[in-house]
């Protein structure tokens, strides 16, 4: 069972993770697995930026990678402790999704979407940063099985049919008109601010 695309949630926690992502490469790793009637698929991303300049004025942040490159980005009210940003500080985001499809064999629950969201900031006095998470679940009617295209038609609760092709044909005889399928779509994004090592201070020579 292949895993459709789910709607990206973007959030602001302290910076904007696009504009990160762009200020250095980011690393992503994924996984994805299969049981009978079942199909699961995650995604990782990393990313990070050292702080080259603020402007408390505007809120702007002047982010540089390891390349060289600089991106702007404006922190918004929701950041909290923003006067604790400094250049040389390190702003690192970790950003999870993942997706997940059931085969309900001829289902009776209620076609419907529900979503639930859950968000953390940082404390007064400490550094920018916080974490924030979503979670989608929908459940959807099977409406059609194309035994040719090798796909399934699911209506959801705004009455749209998708189309959801089937590779695999073990999962594919699994699925019959009438069944359900509950799809879940779960994203986590937490940003964090590493302050820069302090300065050292030159050593004092020894008196002769």
């Known amino acids: 069972m292949r895993v459709f695309p789910a709607i990206a949630f973007l959030a602001a926690v302290a910076v904007s993770p696009a504009v990160l992502?762009?200020?250095q490469a980011p690393t992503v790793t994924g996984a994805a697995g299969t049981a009978p009637g079942k199909a699961a698929a995650v995604r990782y991303v990393t990313a990070k930026a050292v702080v080259e300049s603020v402007d408390p004025a505007?809120?702007?942040?002047?982010?540089?990678?390891?390349?060289?490159?600089?991106?702007?980005?404006?922190?918004g009210d929701q950041v909290r402790n923003f006067d604790q940003i400094k250049p040389g500080?390190?702003?690192?985001?970790?950003?999870t999704e993942s997706v997940t499809l059931e085969l309900k064999k001829e289902g009776k629950a209620?076609?419907?979407?529900?979503?639930g969201a859950a968000a953390e900031r940082s404390k007064p006095g400490?550094?920018?940063g916080?974490?924030?998470?979503?979670e989608v679940t929908v459940t959807a009617d099977v409406v059609a099985v194309d035994e040719k295209k090798k796909t399934i038609s699911l209506k959801g609760p705004q009455g749209n049919v998708v189309d959801?092709?089937?590779d695999d044909p073990e999962q594919f005889k699994l699925v019959k008109k009438g069944d359900q399928v509950q799809a879940t779509y779960t994203e986590a994004l937490a940003?964090?601010?590493?302050?820069?090592?302090?300065?050292?201070?030159p050593a004092e020579s020894k008196k002769q």
Do not use: W
Request: net charge positive; hydrophobic share 40%; glycine share 4%.
């Open 21 to 23: 992502a762009q200020a």
């Open 58 to 75: 505007t809120r702007t942040v002047v982010l540089k990678n390891a390349k060289g490159e600089t991106h702007s980005v404006v922190a």
């Open 89 to 95: 500080d390190t702003v690192a985001v970790k950003y």
């Open 110 to 115: 209620v076609v419907q979407r529900t979503e």
């Open 126 to 128: 400490q550094k920018p």
């Open 130 to 134: 916080g974490m924030v998470a979503r």
């Open 164 to 166: 959801l092709p089937m």
């Open 191 to 201: 940003v964090s601010v590493t302050p820069s090592a302090p300065a050292k201070k």
